[in-house]
Nanobody
Framework: QVQLVESGGGLVQAGDSLRLSCVAS????????MGWFRQAPAKEREFVAA????????FYAPSVEGRFTISRDNAKNTMYLQMTMVKPEDTAVYYC???????????????????WGQGTQVTVSS
């Protein structure tokens, strides 16, 4: 069982920057493809960004491409989401997820993931 703990959420203004972190309780962190998803009020959870286990290949949802950057530090069992130029429509609960041995292009799909964090709230005011 892998536990994922997100942090870094909060209330920010449009145009600000914010960095989310996700710490995983596993000694084989680099075996996991990792992703960020978000769920806004009254909406379904949606894919934000994903990163492979070792090669650091990543991809993004079109809505965040160019504004958000996903990264990971395997030595610290931690994944990050650097959010810049945030918009009110970025307001959501952000979840990190881990998928063991996942293929890269499957990381955009929820069912790929084995473990999920509890989420961290990000609120962007206009």
């Amino acid at each position: 069982q892998v536990q994922l703990v997100e942090s870094g959420g909060g209330l920010v203004q449009a145009g600000d920057s914010l960095r989310l972190s996700c710490v995983a309780s596993t000694r084989t962190f680099d075996h996991y493809g990792m992703g960020w998803f978000r769920q806004a009020p009254a909406k379904e959870r949606e894919f934000v960004a994903a990163i492979s286990g070792v090669s650091d290949n990543s991809f993004y949802a079109p809505s965040v491409e160019g504004r958000f950057t996903i990264s990971r530090d395997n030595a610290k069992n931690t994944m990050y989401l650097q959010m810049t130029m945030v918009k009110p429509e970025d307001t959501a609960v952000y979840y990190c997820a881990a998928g063991y041995g996942s293929t890269f292009y499957s990381l955009g799909v929820e069912r790929t993931y084995d473990y999920w964090g509890q989420g961290t709230q990000v609120t962007v005011s206009s």
